[in-house]
């Protein structure tokens, strides 16, 4: 499988993104997807994830509100909707893949993913 991601951008504060995180070739259809965050210097945080059989997710406490995951299986696209951006928010956003789970996705686990995108990039002005 490869992920591509897309959506990133430059945003003024208070914004919306929509990320996408497009899979190809072989997919399980009870994989789990997971988005991750990074800013230089920084370690890799795990922000939300899903599990694409049941739609069931999860969220970092810090993004509650704001991120929205969502899951398009049609189009083997799954999106990360980013609201009310801060500054604070911009970084280099990664999708993941673990192709099967079926007790729940784990969104802070790096090491719990198989397959990474090669990021994109989100910068948002104040």
């Known amino acids: 499988v490869q992920l591509v991601e897309s959506g990133g951008g430059l945003v003024q504060a208070g914004g919306s993104l929509r990320l996408s995180c497009a899979a190809s070739g072989f997919t399980f259809d009870d994989d789990a997807i997971g988005w991750f965050r990074q800013a230089p210097g920084k370690e890799r945080e795990g922000v939300s994830c899903i599990l694409r059989s049941d739609g069931r997710t999860d969220y970092a406490d810090s993004v509650k509100g704001r991120f929205t995951i969502t899951s398009d299986n049609d189009k083997n696209t799954v999106y990360l909707k980013i609201d009310s951006l801060k500054p604070e928010d911009t970084d280099v956003y990664y999708c993941?893949?673990?192709?099967?789970?079926?007790?729940?996705?784990?969104?802070?686990?790096?090491?719990?993913?198989?397959?990474w995108g090669q990021g994109t990039q989100v910068t948002v002005s104040s």
């Open positions: 993941a893949e673990r192709p099967t789970d079926l007790d729940g996705c784990i969104y802070d686990s790096e090491s719990y993913y198989i397959t």
